[in-house]
């Protein structure tokens, strides 16, 4: 009887043990999806924010920069610039980034348009809100994948380098006359600084690099005919 009494209170003991359930599991994931969630939104929210803050800023800008800087104030390459700075700082995933991109942008033109209305000169960038529409989402991804693999970086600094080499070659061909050729200088500098860094210390096989030199060319090329296209850059 003792025997038979000891067996029956280990039955009781093995099947009074909880044993953990998936659900558990799956209560982490949610959690952890939610917070991933969260943080996007506190990410958009602040890309917005500083973008707003640094379009307006770029309307104070035109007042004190001097006339060979003054278009950095109101050119698509000052504004990619700003945009791919505040994008890649959130180190974000690619669709995030796309998201950011475009709303950096349309913040960043927003913001110049309020605070120039509220300077007392009005201005209509409807023009630069269908841009960013366009491009932001590009500049946001290219943004965040300066930070990936080889042909991420590619494909990003491909894009970036090619805006600021096709808008600094409309400056210098179509409107150096009336706004001074140092700025156009400065970003085909820069677009050709960003592209030789990738080419250096980012990129390690001949491919990738002629690659890289392909892009840069293809997109400023690109981004060239669609401004002379467009016809009605206010600089």
Do not use: K
Not at 18 to 26: H, I, R
Not at 51 to 80: E, I, M, V
Not at 185 to 193: C, K, P
Request: hydrophobic fraction near 55%.
């Amino acid at each position: 009887m003792m025997v038979y009494g000891a067996r029956a209170d280990a039955r009781d003991l093995t099947t009074s043990v909880s044993v953990p359930t998936p659900t558990s599991g799956a209560g982490d994931r949610g959690g952890r999806r939610r917070g991933a969630v969260v943080r996007l939104l506190v990410q958009l929210m602040l890309v917005v924010g500083a973008s707003l803050l640094l379009g307006g800023a770029t309307s104070f800008a035109q007042t004190f920069l001097p006339d060979a800087l003054n278009s950095f104030a109101n050119s698509a390459s000052g504004w990619t610039l700003l945009t791919a700075l505040v994008v890649g700082a959130c180190r974000a995933r690619t669709v995030p980034s796309a998201v950011f991109g475009a709303a950096s942008f349309v913040a960043l033109v927003l913001g110049y348009q309020i605070v120039s209305g509220l300077r007392g000169f009005p201005t209509d960038e409807t023009l630069f809100l269908i841009v960013s529409v366009i491009v932001g989402p590009f500049v946001g991804i290219a943004a965040s994948w300066l930070h990936r693999d080889a042909w991420r970086v590619v494909a990003g600094g491909g894009i970036l380098a090619g805006i600021a080499l096709g808008e600094g070659a409309y400056g210098l061909i179509l409107v150096a006359s009336t706004t001074g050729w140092f700025y156009w200088s400065v970003i085909s500098v820069a677009g050709l600084g960003l592209l030789a860094v990738a080419v250096v210390y980012r990129l390690h096989t001949t491919r990738t690099r002629i690659a890289a030199i392909g892009l840069t060319f293809l997109v400023g090329a690109a981004f060239y005919v669609s401004y002379v296209a467009l016809g009605s850059v206010s600089l």
